[in-house]
């Protein structure tokens, strides 16, 4: 099969191989037995096409070759096996050899003929010298190679491991040809024939001792099925990188940790506008704007109603009555009711009912906290069912069921009152005595006289839009505020809130830049991650190369499932960070640690941040792998070993 003529070789002026000339024929075990540096790794690098020689000719096959072998032709052919063997190290011994061929009961058959079918699920980084040298034997004749390029293949391996390797060598020497070189007294026993390498000042000499007798041995011939091809999508075999089991999970873990806290520092440093708007719409849950008319035209409750996004609209009963008493006698009737809306939904604090329920009939009140307790104390539950006779201006003594009372108001739930037209003070200003005779009517029981021109005591009127949605209600505030101010209306918020600004200012100021930094840090993180891990596992790569699948192949195939690996990672730590900031807010609610909402979601720069760390991704990631797209399994082998 191949045939040497007078092959020289000379290395920095240094003659290594001189007139060899031999005859190898298409199987057989061939032993280069020599010291080291006698040339035998010389020799097997010319043969597989790693070095060019001076002088001689190489056949193989009937095709001559002069000053170097075509590598390409002989890595068709031949298998080169050194010391340090090649496997994909996030695969186990079956997906490396399902690479090859993916018949997955020809490779038991042909793990358990040569002893190694307990390490099917075993990863190489935990197989001996000697297991991986008998693997990449299996590896080699399932892909079909003829030729076994060896270079001291058992020179790190204990006695034991190095018969186990001979023996196999044995085993197969009928099938394929075997050119191995060693310097182990050893393998001589195991060699059909044995090519000794002398290392001289002057002249290398070649001798050849041909053994008379060959050692007894059992045969084994390898499958017919596993040499038919089969392959397994590129995807299958790179999906496992991303794998627990071979990422490091220290690493990963902290990745994750500072990707949930880039996140959180994005939600944390939002524009002042976004974060005020944030704060009306979550936190205060402001969903309602006030209009005071004068001299309104008929039908103006019935327009307000068909506005686009409003769910109710309220009469304001303080507004109705006159704006001053010029009469001595005393007032007898309400003065000032608060109004809600009859629908729960479109009161956002329906929820904070204590006793009873919500609204259920017209003529319905619910009392406030402070009143329950000072008309019944403890026992404040008893009054549902109870009714109150009051008497309204130009409506007259009206019979009132108490059907609900509310629970005490926090400072925000204050301010989603404050919005609506109802006062009630914060903190220290706080005094319940101020509010024990604070009750609310259903907004059915003034809707009623909405149209009603004997109801009102001047040409004011005063209405509460409730929206759909805070952002309804924002939209129609800000198309309309300068319309009604040409009229002589006035349409406002009952929120002051707009002092805050100045404080969102100076927290956007401070944690932006940390946001950015924390970004940064991660993306940097990230990328060196990626590095160290490609750094120690590239020569996968070129295993797969060995294995059939285009380089190219397999960078873009990796890029991607990068990429798509990263996209998971990022949305779980948006889950994450999402549900962190929102615990921190919940508890803030309740318990008021800060006077605003902590966290706020500003969805634009989480999307700058992701795409940019998906971006650096993909860049770093081909820049880095882009080196080994043009490098194979013999070039592997040449950055990975001596050539001489």
């Excluded at 020599?34 to 193989?60: D, H, M, P, R």
């Excluded at 990796?558 to 948006?574: A, E, P, Q, R, Y």
Aim: with cysteine; glycine share 6%; proline share 1%.
């Amino acid at each position: 099969m191949i045939k040497c003529e007078y092959i020289d070789k000379i290395y920095k002026d240094e003659v290594v191989i001189e007139n060899f000339t031999y005859e190898f024929e298409n199987t057989g075990f061939y032993l280069l037995f020599g010291e080291s540096g006698s040339g035998k790794t010389t020799f097997l690098n010319i043969l597989a096409g790693l070095l060019s020689y001076e002088k001689g000719q190489v056949v193989i096959e009937g095709n001559e070759y002069e000053n170097i072998v075509d590598k390409e032709y002989m890595s068709q052919k031949a298998d080169y096996i050194t010391q340090d063997t090649f496997f994909v190290d996030f695969l186990d011994i079956l997906d490396n050899l399902k690479m090859i061929n993916n018949d997955e009961e020809g490779i038991k058959q042909s793990l358990d003929r040569f002893g190694l079918l307990s390490k099917l699920k075993e990863y190489p980084s935990k197989l001996s010298g000697g297991e991986k040298q008998r693997l990449a034997i299996v590896r080699s004749l399932m892909n079909g190679k003829k030729i076994l390029l060896l270079d001291e293949p058992t020179a790190s391996l204990d006695n034991e491991n190095k018969i186990k390797v001979f023996e196999l060598l044995s085993q197969i020497k009928d099938e394929v040809l075997i050119v191995c070189s060693s310097h182990d007294q050893m393998a001589m026993d195991y060699a059909d024939e044995v090519i000794k390498f002398e290392k001289m000042h002057s002249k290398k000499t070649y001798k050849e001792e041909v053994k008379e007798e060959r050692i007894n041995e059992k045969k084994c011939v390898v499958s017919e099925v596993v040499s038919k091809k089969n392959k397994v999508k590129i995807s299958y075999f790179l999906k496992k990188w991303f794998s627990s089991k071979r990422k490091s999970k220290v690493s990963s873990v902290l990745f994750f940790v500072f990707l949930t806290v880039a996140m959180c520092m994005c939600m944390l440093a939002d524009t002042p506008q976004n974060r005020l708007d944030s704060n009306i719409e979550y936190l205060y849950k402001v969903n309602m704007c006030m209009l005071r008319t004068y001299g309104e035209e008929p039908g103006e409750y019935q327009r307000l109603c068909e506005i686009d996004g409003v769910k109710e609209v309220i009469l304001d009963y303080g507004l109705c009555l006159p704006l001053d008493n010029e009469s001595s006698m005393p007032i007898t009737y309400e003065f000032n009711v608060p109004v809600l809306p009859s629908s729960k939904e479109a009161f956002k604090l329906s929820d904070k009912i204590k006793y009873g329920s919500y609204f259920t009939d017209k003529n319905q009140i619910i009392l406030s906290a402070e009143m329950a307790e000072s008309l019944m104390g403890s026992e404040a539950e008893k009054l549902i069912g109870q009714t109150l006779e009051k008497e309204f201006y130009g409506i007259g003594k009206v019979e009132l069921e108490i059907v609900g009372i509310f629970d005490y108001f926090n400072d925000f739930e204050k301010e989603h009152m404050r919005a609506m037209g109802v006062n009630i003070a914060k903190g220290k200003r706080y005094n319940k005595v101020n509010y024990e005779s604070l009750w609310y009517i259903n907004g059915d029981f003034m809707s009623q006289y909405a149209d009603d021109k004997e109801f009102y005591a001047g040409n004011q009127r005063g209405y509460t839009l409730y929206f759909d949605s805070y952002s309804s209600m924002k939209k129609y505030y800000d198309d309309n505020y300068e319309m009604y101010d040409e009229r002589g209306d006035f349409l406002f918020n009952g929120l002051r809130v707009g002092n805050k600004l100045g404080l969102f200012d100076l927290l956007y100021k401070v944690f932006m830049p940390l946001s950015y930094f924390v970004a940064l840090f991660s993306i940097i993180f990230y990328i060196n991650l990626t590095k160290t891990e490609l750094t120690y596992n590239n020569k996968f790569i070129s295993v797969m190369d060995y294995a059939g699948y285009k380089v190219k192949k397999v960078v873009n195939t990796f890029i991607l499932l990068n990429w798509l690996h990263l996209v998971k990672t990022c949305l779980l730590g948006m889950i994450s960070a999402l549900a962190l900031t929102k615990l921190v807010n919940v508890i803030n609610e309740k318990y008021i640690f800060v006077e605003f909402r902590i966290f706020t979601y500003n969805i634009t720069m989480l999307l700058i941040f992701i795409g940019v760390l998906l971006t650096a991704s993909i860049a770093f990631t081909y820049a880095f792998l882009i080196k080994f797209k043009k490098i194979n399994w013999y070039e592997n082998i040449i950055e990975n070993r001596d050539l001489l």
